[in-house]
């Protein structure tokens, strides 16, 4: 099974979430549509801006982790930036 980390972001709101899922396209919609709780829900529409492919549950739970530590915010910041070109 295959394993994606992936980086969504909200132009409306300027907000962006870090996930892991083994489905990246349900959990799109999941994020989107369906979902009636949670953080994502306040902030739709989502667009996703960056995905990272891994084979082990472990390496994306681990790579995710690192997104959310500080020099992650900061990597992260940088691919958001990069998406929408701002220097």
């Given at each position: 099974?295959?394993?994606?980390?992936?980086?969504?972001?909200?132009?409306?709101?300027?907000?962006?979430?870090?996930?892991i899922s083994s489905n990246l396209i349900s959990r799109f919609h999941s994020h989107n549509k369906y979902a009636t709780k949670g953080w994502?829900?306040?902030?739709?529409?989502?667009?996703?801006?960056?995905?990272?492919?891994?084979?082990?549950?472990?390496?994306?739970?681990?790579?995710?982790?690192?997104?959310?530590?500080?020099?992650?915010?900061?990597?992260?910041?940088?691919?958001?930036?990069?998406?929408?070109?701002?220097?």
């Open positions: 099974m295959e394993y994606v980390v992936y980086i969504l972001y909200s132009q409306k709101h300027q907000k962006s979430y870090t996930g994502t829900i306040s902030y739709r529409p989502w667009i996703v801006i960056h995905i990272e492919f891994f084979e082990s549950k472990k390496e994306a739970l681990s790579r995710e982790k690192w997104f959310k530590s500080g020099i992650g915010r900061k990597e992260k910041k940088e691919i958001i930036n990069q998406f929408f070109n701002i220097v």
